[in-house]
């Protein structure tokens, strides 16, 4: 027998867990729009992605948290741990001379994450009444929110373009206000808008409130 140890192969067991980490994730966005948070259980999406609980806890910490990485995954597309910030659609706004074309492009991707996130977002909205454990969850996405809005009012506002007398906080305000999930909800996931009309409805909405 020989003594030679192999060596540890130290990407395969952490390409290992991702694929773990990604069917708990898709599992639980399954279950989370199937039966609601309150009915699916951590037992439940451990079964569905054929893991155990303790491996579902151990990953996440809490059904809550797993609910956040649910709305991250949506959110983004994917499971790559790079910031929505630091993406190609954000660099092409960041290099885009005109404001109006700014507006746009940050819509037109400002819609297509809505259309993987929007239910995951009105579940955890709408789940804080009944479950506390969600409350953090969404104050995160409500500051998270606020957060990105400020960052792309200061690119709109380092342009000159916008109309006179706007300052940073309001154009924070205007554009969180935007964002809310409401606006899709009502219009298209009540009202059945396609997602073309909404995003045309919410450039125009963004620019007026913005442009001179």
């Known amino acids: 027998m020989s003594d030679v140890k192999r060596p540890y192969d130290v990407t395969s067991r952490q390409e290992q867990a991702r694929a773990r980490r990604q ?12 039966d609601g948070y309150r009915r699916t259980t951590v037992v439940g999406i451990a079964a569905a992605a054929e893991v155990s609980p303790e491996m579902v806890y151990k990953t ?22 790079v910031p929505i910030r630091e993406r190609p659609a954000m660099a092409a706004i960041r290099a885009e001379p005109d404001v109006r074309r700014q507006i746009a492009l940050f819509v037109e991707g400002l819609v297509e994450r809505l259309g993987r996130s929007a239910r995951i977002q009105v579940m955890v909205r709408d789940g804080r009444h009944v479950d506390e ?5 969404w104050d995160q996405l409500v500051e998270e929110g606020i957060t990105g809005m400020r960052m792309l009012g200061r690119r709109l506002l380092d ?11 309001e154009v924070t305000d205007l554009l969180w206000n935007y964002l809310a999930i409401d606006h899709y909800e009502r219009l298209v996931l009540t009202r059945g808008w396609s997602t073309a009309r909404y995003q045309e409805w919410l450039t125009r909405a963004i620019t007026t409130a913005l442009c001179s």
């Open 133 to 137: 454990s969600l409350q953090p969850v």
């Open 60 to 81: 996440f910490g809490s059904k809550a948290a797993l609910a956040k990485a649910v709305f991250d995954v949506a959110l983004a597309g994917d499971d790559e741990p």
């Open 159 to 169: 342009t000159g373009q916008l109309r006179a007398g706007l300052d940073l906080d």
């Open 23 to 34: 069917r708990v994730v898709l599992a639980a966005r399954d279950l989370f729009e199937r």
